[in-house]
């Protein structure tokens, strides 16, 4: 006699509520396991996120490398162009090379307003480089450079200065004394730990021509990889140290802090991965513990079932069959558990987080693989007992 699979299901729950103190257990067992592992998972989650958001905050990831300042002769060496374009050719991994020489606070005015915003003369590559975004007009193009032209790019804070609510693009400034067309305006820096006055950018051809000098400040670079950061910023300063021997050169990065809480969310989030995945095998023992137990006492009951018409497979898929059920009760209870603590959480301290069903699909995956393994040799066993000693035995 065959069952159908609706019977099945239904002996299979008949004997769980047969022995609620026993399925209660294996369910919390399995539930402890699983809300380990997805609680790990949302955290690691929530961690990644937290740095991809304040990394969209910041300039792109960049080295800065520049000459170190000589105590002994009391002077630095400068750079020039042509230092750039060595380095552009040398770097593979480097996506974009400029240079940015800072040329003070200014005296800004626009009609009747007036600002003390930084002034700084950057190269071509400059807004590849960092990464700057627009928020109005247009950045300089090659033309700006290489026809001297009296352009200048300003940032938000400056820009509300001296404009209000007009729109700054195409308006002619006074930057000390002398005149310059917007044609672009980004955001104002959040990274600067100093009370802002507001940043004003200008080609370095026209600073250099004012000047009278080529020196164009320190060298900023951006890798293609985030990962390529500190390994770009040492060749370029081995390169430079072996151009001008006997000189000395730095380098630094922008995402040295965050790269840092990256390592560390990410060793953390590997620990208590560790631990969950630990915890969910300890609710595997316990399931396999619990599973030969039971066999163990319905060895009399096994033995009935075989002697009207049950088959091996039968008896081996309620068994199994039962270990699903308690690992998906165990399961779905956890990640629904740990989904509502994580919002609450995370609506209390302003931390981003939504539902990741790929995430609850894991951890419930890995609860019915260690529920169905431990489940198995067990129910094996069960449905190879010979119905005749089944029934004999006491």
């Not at 290489?146 to 693009?169: C, G, H, M, T, W």
């Not at 009370?195 to 670079?221: H, K």
């Amino acid at each position: 006699m065959s069952l159908s699979p609706a019977d099945l299901v239904s002996l299979t729950c008949n004997s769980l509520l047969g022995n609620p103190l026993r399925s209660a257990l294996t369910t919390v067992g399995v539930f402890m396991g699983v809300a380990a592992v997805s609680a790990t998972l949302q955290v690691g989650n929530i961690s990644r996120t937290v740095i991809a958001e304040q990394l969209a905050k910041r300039d792109a990831p960049q080295a800065t490398v520049g000459p170190e300042w000589d105590f002994i002769s009391r002077e630095s060496l400068q750079l020039k162009l042509e230092d750039l374009e060595f380095l552009k050719q040398r770097l593979p991994k480097a996506r974009a090379i400029s240079s940015l020489q800072w040329a003070g606070l200014t005296n800004t005015i626009f009609q009747s307003q007036t600002g003390n915003p930084f002034m700084m003369a950057v190269t071509q590559d400059f807004w590849l480089t960092s990464g700057k975004k627009l928020v109005a007009g247009r950045f300089f193009n090659s033309a700006d450079f290489d026809n001297y032209r009296p352009v200048a790019i300003i940032d938000k804070f400056i820009a509300d200065r001296l404009f209000e609510s007009q729109n700054p693009v195409g308006q002619r400034i006074y930057v000390n004394s002398r005149p310059y067309i917007v044609v672009g305006v980004v955001p104002t820096n959040t990274d600067s730990t100093r009370e802002s006055n507001g940043e004003i950018f200008i080609p370095m051809s026209v600073f250099s021509s004012l000047t009278g000098s080529r020196d164009i400040g320190d060298l900023l670079i951006r890798p293609h990889k985030i990962q390529d950061l500190e390994q770009v910023g040492e060749q370029a300063q081995k390169l430079l140290q072996q151009r001008f021997p006997g000189k000395k050169f730095f380098f630094i990065n922008n995402m040295e802090n965050i790269l840092a809480q990256q390592q560390t969310l990410e060793m953390v989030s590997r620990s208590l991965l560790a631990v969950g995945m630990i915890s969910l095998l300890v609710g595997g023992v316990g399931i396999a513990n619990i599973t030969i137990a039971s066999v163990a006492e319905r060895t009399r009951e096994i033995g009935l079932r075989r002697a009207i018409g049950a088959t091996q497979q039968e008896v081996m898929l309620q068994f199994i069959l039962e270990a699903v059920l308690l690992s998906l009760l165990g399961g779905i209870s956890a990640i629904v558990t740990v989904h509502v603590i994580t919002g609450v959480v995370a609506d209390t301290f302003k931390l981003p987080y939504k539902f990741d069903s790929g995430t609850a699909v894991l951890a419930l995956g890995s609860a019915l693989l260690v529920g169905v393994g431990a489940g198995f040799l067990p129910a094996r066993k069960a449905s190879q007992l010979d119905p005749v000693k089944a029934l004999r035995s006491d």
